[in-house]
């Protein structure tokens, strides 16, 4: 199984980025996609998740209103878009599958595979 994250840069607050999440290796459409985050001296956290068909999504409240979490099952990959970008959104984005269960979508350990990470960087 790979999950590749893609889409990460360096932007000034108030711009927008896209992230890429391409999944191979595994019945994409079976996972619940999630993104997390980790920014340097802190833990890892949630950030979004998306249910396999897409129709409900969970959000951080942190990023409630500004990120927005999508997915192509036919293409195998998840998104996230991220808007009004602040320097406190500096961070390594990783996506991340969780297979079908009752787990919490928002725990880490709740997923069962993980990309590799993007880098995400807001200047002020």
């Known amino acids: 199984v790979q999950l590749q994250a893609s889409g990460g840069g360096l932007v000034q607050a108030g711009d927008s980025l896209r992230l890429s999440c391409a999944a191979s290796?595994?019945?994409?459409?079976?996972?619940?996609m999630g993104w997390f985050r980790q920014a340097p001296g802190k833990e890892r956290e949630f950030v979004a998740a998306?249910?396999?068909?897409?129709?409900?999504?969970y959000y951080a409240d942190s990023v409630k209103g500004r990120f927005t979490i999508s997915r192509d099952n036919a293409k195998n990959t998840a998104y996230l878009q991220m808007n009004s970008l602040q320097p406190e959104d500096t961070a390594v984005y990783y996506c991340?599958?969780?297979?079908?269960?009752?787990?919490?979508?928002?725990?880490?350990?709740?997923?069962?595979?993980w990309g590799q990470g993007t880098q995400v960087t807001v200047s002020s």
């Open positions: 998306i249910t396999w068909t897409g129709d409900s999504t």
């Open positions: 290796g595994l019945t994409f459409s079976n996972y619940i």
């Open positions: 991340a599958a969780k297979p079908a269960g009752t787990s919490s979508i928002r725990a880490r350990s709740s997923y069962r595979y």
